[in-house]
């Protein structure tokens, strides 16, 4: 069984950056693609980024693109989630997922990701 564990989440003022990590245990390899979600208070889990198994596909929710960069290291069972130019809005709980083993292609779907991690709190001051 994957167990998922994000970091790297604080309280940062407006225009700063942040990077959350998800370390991932229990395989040797894991074969499936991955992503980081969020939810605000009041509102529904969000995508915000996802990267195939292989790293060479990434999609990005429109109101990070251009700020928030998607990566992975599969010999060290990581992923990043580097997040610049931080907005009020961004504020949430910021969850890692991964697709079940072998779903290597990476989906916007929230309810295509399987195993999740307990989340990592970002607080975006104005």
């Known amino acids: 069984q994957v167990q998922l564990v994000e970091s790297g989440g604080r309280l940062v003022q407006a225009g700063g950056s942040l990077r959350l990590s998800c370390a991932a245990a229990?395989?040797?390899?894991?074969?499936?693609?991955l992503g980081w979600f969020r939810q605000a208070p009041g509102k529904e889990r969000e995508f915000v980024a996802v990267i195939s198994w292989s790293g060479c596909t990434t999609y990005y929710t429109d109101s990070v693109t251009g700020r928030f960069t998607i990566s992975r290291d599969n010999a060290k069972m990581m992923m990043l989630l580097q997040m610049n130019s931080l907005k009020p809005e961004d504020t949430a709980l910021y969850y890692c997922?991964?697709?079940?083993?072998?779903?290597?292609?990476?989906?916007?779907?929230?309810?295509?990701?399987?195993?999740w991690g307990q989340g990592t709190q970002v607080t975006v001051s104005s």
């Open positions: 229990g395989r040797t390899c894991i074969n499936a693609a």
């Open positions: 997922a991964a697709r079940r083993i072998g779903g290597v292609t990476a989906t916007t779907t929230v309810s295509e990701y399987v195993v």
